[in-house]
């Protein structure tokens, strides 16, 4: 079992810049894929970054060149670094792990086991 807790969330003008963190608990931590979602008002989840265990990352096409996903496997915590945030960044953001062999499509779709309870971010314009 994995617990998750994110953090960082917050209000920020359009152009800001913000940082979430998520924290894991449990055991080995760094062979878990650990991924970013998010779920605008009124909007299904969306994927937003993915950080798999070997040490690749991927961003989605909405974000990408303006965030950032990093993970400290001694702190078993991921990061998403957010910058040049847009008013439509704005939503509730998840972490997500899950140890199993992962295809993007499974990762797209939002079927990663561990969730945590998530964090709002809010981009005024």
């Known amino acids: 079992q994995v617990q998750l807790v994110e953090s960082g969330g917050g209000l920020v003008q359009a152009g800001g810049s913000l940082r979430l963190s998520c924290a894991a608990s449990g055991r080995a931590y760094s062979t878990y894929a650990m991924g970013w979602f998010r779920q605008a008002p009124g909007k299904e989840r969306d994927f937003v970054a993915i950080?798999?265990?070997?040490?690749?990352?991927y961003c989605g096409d909405t974000v990408k060149g303006r965030f950032t996903i990093s993970r400290d496997n001694a702190k078993n915590t991921v990061y998403l670094q957010m910058n040049s945030l847009k008013p439509e960044d704005t939503a509730v953001y998840y972490c997500?792990?899950?140890?199993?062999?992962?295809?993007?499509?499974?990762?797209?779709?939002?079927?990663?086991?561990?969730w945590g309870k998530g964090t709002l971010v809010t981009v005024s314009s």
């Open positions: 950080s798999w265990s070997g040490g690749g990352t």
């Open positions: 997500a792990a899950d140890d199993r062999i992962l295809t993007m499509r499974m990762i797209s779709s939002g079927d990663m086991n561990y």
